[in-house]
């Protein structure tokens, strides 16, 4: 009898889907780096929508909801810091063309967030308004845990709300 590797990998983990069990866990690494991605991008100044991929990825039932509504979470509210970054060092090029926010979301969103304050950071979820938010609060040079506290709330709230919806329409 000719023993390989592959034959004491299958007899020593007492399965033939050794190899299978690593390749899931290797494209579930890669849907979670993904949507962790998306949802990173969906929250910086560049155009992308997250909603899609975690709704369909929902659909799919191949992860556990809450575990894609978490990775969504840190993603967007990674992104939501990088704008925050962007916002306390960049403020001084705003009237530059290259400046990726335009000069009257810009605007709207530091007067919104002058006459609101922190608070204003619950609707950084929202489409539109929400990411030029977050480049205000670094420009106003809010507190980084203030920041990071009222962003979570938000971003959690929404992919929750997303996950019910969702679920609730299956």
Do not use: C
């Not at 979820?125 to 962003?151: Q, S």
């Amino acid at each position: 009898m000719r023993l390989t590797a592959a034959a004491l990998i299958r007899h020593f983990r007492g399965s033939a889907g050794f190899a299978d069990d690593e390749g899931r866990a290797m494209a579930d690494l890669a849907v979670y780096a993904g949507l962790f991605l998306t949802a990173f991008i969906a929250a910086t100044i560049l155009p992308m929508q997250s909603e899609a991929a975690l709704a369909g990825l929902i659909v799919l039932k191949s992860q556990p909801v809450w575990l894609l509504v978490v990775v969504a979470s840190a993603g967007n509210v990674a992104g939501s810091f990088a704008n925050w970054l962007l916002g306390r060092g960049i403020e001084r090029f705003r009237h530059e063309r290259w400046f990726p926010v335009g000069e009257a979301a810009l605007e709207r969103a530091q007067n919104w967030y002058r006459r609101y304050g922190k608070w204003s950071l619950l609707i950084s979820w929202a489409p539109l308004i929400g990411d030029p938010l977050t480049v205000a609060a670094g420009i106003m040079k809010e507190p980084l845990p203030v920041f990071l506290l009222l962003v979570t709330i938000a971003k959690v709230g929404r992919y929750l709300v997303l996950a019910l919806v969702t679920l609730n329409f299956l």
